[in-house]
């Protein structure tokens, strides 16, 4: 699975839109863009996946740019419950297979 | 039901104990997972079972033991563990036989070792 490259730290204002960039340059054609987040002691959390297109759900939104290397995801009102580390995940699809975790960002959200 | 349920939430056992970590999900999931996190690090893969049979081992030391009695039911055995063992271990669960799958969480056990 193509490695991901994130900041490790952002701040972000309640209420504001929160943009977290994902830098995946390897990815391959049949790889997956996912995005889990994990608030404190907690376990990890699903947010939102794509391929190719922009997604959207209930939480968050997700921008692919047309080479497929690089992703944002937008939360687009931050609350203090989004402060959480963000993980950003290139997998392949098919049957089971390993998400494999790099190190986040950590989304602090200020009042 | 969206919910992995991990029992115990803390465990507290010594270098010479056998203990078990349970979890179970009944969303139908035919992939498991066990994964290790030690503090402000990401998760870790151990190992991940698809259709009860275990698929990915990632080099885990044999005193970590896995077993997946059903399709519902996820267990990792525990024996002779070091401190450095001491972390906090999650369970996942997804869909095994789709081209794309989210995985669902359980809130993890706090394992300590002394």
């Known amino acids: 699975d193509a490695k991901t490259t994130q900041p490790p730290s952002m701040d972000c204002a309640e209420g504001r839109a929160a943009n977290l960039p994902c830098n995946h340059s390897?990815?391959?054609?049949?790889?997956?863009v996912y995005w889990y987040r994990q608030i404190h002691s907690q376990g990890p959390q699903y947010i939102i996946h794509?391929?190719?297109n922009n997604e959207t759900n209930e939480m968050a939104s997700l921008i692919i740019t047309e080479d497929r290397k690089s992703s944002t995801l937008i939360l687009p009102h931050a609350t203090l419950r989004d402060t959480a580390v963000y993980y950003c995940?290139?997998?392949?699809?098919?049957?089971?297979?390993?998400?494999?975790f790099g190190s986040g960002t950590q989304l602090t959200v200020l009042p | 039901d969206t919910e992995v349920t991990q029992t115990p939430k803390h465990l507290v056992m010594g270098m010479t104990n056998k203990k078990s970590l349970k979890c179970e999900q009944h969303m139908g999931h035919r992939a498991m997972y066990w994964y290790k996190q030690k503090a402000k690090k990401p998760p870790e893969l151990m190992f991940v079972y698809s259709y009860e049979k275990l698929s990915i081992n990632e080099s885990v030391p044999s005193r970590f033991s896995p077993e997946c009695p059903n399709s519902s039911l996820l267990n990792l055995h525990l024996h002779a563990l070091q401190p450095e063992d001491s972390a906090l271990y999650l369970c996942a669960s997804s869909q095994a036989d789709r081209p794309y799958t989210e995985a669902f969480f359980g809130q993890g056990t706090r394992l300590t070792v002394v």
């Open positions: 390897t990815i391959s054609g049949n790889e997956y």
């Open positions: 794509g391929l190719k």
């Open positions: 995940i290139v997998r392949v699809g098919g049957s089971a297979r390993q998400l494999t």
